[in-house]
């Protein structure tokens, strides 16, 4: 099948890879325009780009498909390469701009043609928006999966035409679930587009319940608000690996926190018969330190942190992070302010 794909991040160049070493052929790539990344701020491509560019695809980097926007030369430009490359229909995955009815438009013009195929990384209608994992690992949610969608003109509102689920596992990270959802959503696509072009592809409207909506995640959130209790923190720690990457502030300095636990009673080092009511001081209150964890103060609970990082560091567990920061049991962690209401 002749196919457009748009797409950004690393979940969109799994798909890419996976509809390219199937044998179809993609007649353009289009992809968020390159960025300022690392130390230097040099400007480096999208992970999409990078595989297209390695395979010899055709890339297009508009930077709005608004005809009535800010660049509305992107736009045109975008209209008229979408024109010519004469799709069967369009895969999108994690691209990052709003498709208009244009392009909806353009890519249903003709007879034979699919539309546009969007490979969402949860169970829909549950997590609609832009970071569908975080939100259902912040929430407790036991299981997620991909939903491969038609495309409208609502945020994640088409009708569904594949669905696959998998368990979100008590320590999995976003950075866990991205991967398999992306090698997950790869394999889904496939399947859809052979089932279209067999005729076999059945659409099927979404549930008008359970609907909610997974917020872009805001760098503010990483900070731990120790006035919350101990598993919802730690959600919270697991939600953001790799990004923001949940901070705790410690005399001063501002640490990473990459693993914790929700501390099983006693807290490491504690007198086997200390009550619960008697090491949950304040929140964010250091209550004991150990080599295998230092144990923090919540709401009615103990956060146990096992891997932190100091600014400029590296990833440690706790017992090498104890060389060269001096913890002791007292001590208090910042409490983050509220976050601000949406």
């Known amino acids: 099948m002749r ?37 230097g701020m040099k400007l480096q491509a999208s992970a999409v780009k990078q595989f297209a560019v390695a395979h010899g695809l055709p890339v297009a980097q508009p930077r709005s498909l608004r005809l009535d926007g800010k660049y509305p030369e992107d736009a045109a430009a975008a209209c008229q390469a979408i024109a010519n490359a004469q799709a069967d229909a369009m895969v999108v995955a994690a691209y990052g701009l709003i498709l208009p009815q244009w392009v909806l438009n353009a890519m249903a013009s003709r007879p034979g043609q699919f539309g546009c195929l969007n490979i969402h990384g949860s169970l829909l209608p549950r997590w609609r928006g832009a970071a569908p994992i975080h939100r259902a690992i912040e929430a407790g949610d036991t299981q997620t999966g991909v939903t491969i969608m038609q495309m409208d003109v609502g945020l994640d509102t088409g009708d569904m035409l594949l669905v696959q689920s998998t368990p979100i596992g008590t320590g999995d990270t976003t950075a866990d679930v991205h991967d398999r959802l992306a090698d997950m959503g790869a394999s889904m696509v496939v399947q859809a587009l052979d089932l279209a072009a067999a005729g076999q592809l059945r659409a099927q409207p979404q549930p008008t319940e359970g609907i909610t909506y997974a917020h872009k995640i805001e760098k503010h959130e990483a900070a731990i608000d120790w006035q919350q209790d101990a598993a919802t923190i730690v959600r919270r720690i697991r939600a953001f690996i790799p990004f923001p990457g949940a901070t705790a502030v410690l005399v001063g300095e501002a640490v990473k926190v990459w693993a914790a636990q929700c501390a099983a009673m006693p807290v490491p080092g504690s007198d086997p018969g200390t009550s ?24 009615n609970s103990i956060v146990n942190l096992t891997q932190l990082q100091r600014p400029g ?10 060389r060269g ?6 001590m208090r962690f910042e409490v983050a302010a509220p976050a601000p209401q949406r």
């Open 3 to 39: 196919l457009i794909f748009a797409g950004t991040p690393e979940f969109a160049r799994t798909a890419l890879e996976r509809l390219h070493a199937s044998g179809h052929s993609i007649a353009l790539v289009l992809t968020q325009p390159d960025r300022p990344a690392g130390r």
């Open 276 to 299: 619960a009511s008697a090491i949950t001081p304040a929140p964010g209150t250091i209550v004991a330190v150990a080599p295998d964890g230092i144990a923090v103060a919540a709401i």
């Open 313 to 322: 560091g590296k990833r440690l567990p706790v017992g090498d992070f104890l």
């Open 325 to 330: 920061f001096d913890v002791q049991p007292g």
